[in-house]
Nanobody, 114 residues
Framework: QVQLVESGGGLVQAGGSLRLSCAAS????????VGWYRQAPGKQREWVAV???????NYADSVKGRFTISRDSAKNTVHLQMNSLKPEDTGVYLC????????WGQGTQVTVSS
């Protein structure tokens, strides 16, 4: 089992920055990839970014060049640095961890005002 706790969300003006964190506990040795999704009101859940054990990362086109995902292995934490935020980035951001199944965190709210 893996437990995930997200933090770092909040309210920010367009053009601003936020840094989200996803802290993992439990069977962290079995985690292969950690990802971020977001859920905006009335919209489908959208994949944002993913990072693998070798630190290779991939991003959705909508955030490429603005968001950076990184790992702090010593702290079992993954960060999502979000710069140049836009109102369309608003939503609940959820962390996932993939072992032989997917675990989800509870999410953290990000609101970007115009």
């Amino acid at each position: 089992q893996v437990q995930l706790v997200e933090s770092g969300g909040g309210l920010v003006q367009a053009g601003g920055s936020l840094r989200l964190s996803c802290a993992a506990s439990g069977s962290t040795f079995s985690i292969n990839t950690v990802g971020w999704y977001r859920q905006a009101p009335g919209k489908q859940r959208e994949w944002v970014a993913v990072i693998a054990r070798d630190d290779s990362a991939n991003y959705a086109d909508s955030v490429k060049g603005r968001f950076t995902i990184s790992r702090d292995s010593a702290k079992n934490t993954v960060h999502l640095q979000m710069n140049s935020l836009k109102p369309e980035d608003t939503g609940v951001y959820l962390c996932t961890a993939d072992t032989n199944r997917r675990f989800w965190g509870q999410g953290t709210q990000v609101t970007v005002s115009s």
